[in-house]
């Protein structure tokens, strides 16, 4: 697109990208914002040692079989999907900024789409091969923003994650987010972001 460098920011499994580029191809990268994903390293390592968190993770041992998962998600008018954005376990948190039935529209829309779930799905299938990590530093300034009430997630691993940044690290708990932070508390986040990102081209300036 005509760029060497970039902000990046991810959230989720996105957030794990964002990380692996960072750490990968830190010359690209300027500054990095993670919302919801701890660094690949604190996660393998604390989902081996809290049984909790690798029940939570469960699903990506079931989304490792082939196309049995992608039948799963279309019964019943791919309830399971609907369940996952709007039940008060796993779905956005607040109730003023719940998706509304033309957003479930519109996913349902682009979900069932001749093999639109394969690639996301392929995402987990995946996730195995670039673990462990042959390298762990991040080296840019970072900013992780966390939703405590996070059904997947536990936020121990947020703080865990200063270790592995070796440049300015800011995190922020929101605690009255979920995993869906970002559209939870939209104004919020993206206030977080505008000052973080501010005040590091500031830094760099002087």
Request: aromatic residues 14%.
């Amino acid at each position: 697109v005509g760029y060497n460098k970039c902000v990046l920011i991810g959230h989720d499994w996105g957030g794990m990208i964002a990380w692996l580029v960072a750490i990968c191809y830190p010359e690209v990268v300027t500054k990095l914002i993670v919302v919801n994903f701890p660094h690949p390293s604190v996660f393998t390592e604390y989902i081996l040692r809290h049984p909790s968190q690798l029940i939570k993770s469960g699903y990506y041992f079931f989304f490792q079989m082939p196309w049995f998962p992608e039948f799963m998600f279309t019964v019943n008018d791919f309830k399971v999907l609907k369940s996952l954005f709007t039940s008060q376990a796993t779905g956005i948190g607040r109730k003023g900024c719940r998706l509304t039935a033309e957003d479930i529209e519109a996913y349902l829309y682009v979900f069932s789409q001749p093999g639109a779930l394969t690639g996301p799905i392929n995402h987990y299938r995946n996730i195995f091969s670039c673990l462990p990590l042959q390298h762990h530093e991040v080296i840019m300034p970072t900013l992780l923003l966390w939703g405590e009430r996070d059904a997947f997630m536990e936020v121990e691993m947020a703080e865990i994650t200063r270790i592995y940044v070796k440049n300015h690290f800011r995190l922020t708990i929101l605690s009255e987010a979920s995993h869906w932070l970002q559209q939870d508390q939209p104004d919020i986040v993206n206030k977080l972001i505008w000052t973080f990102l501010k005040e590091e081209t500031t830094r760099k300036r002087e």
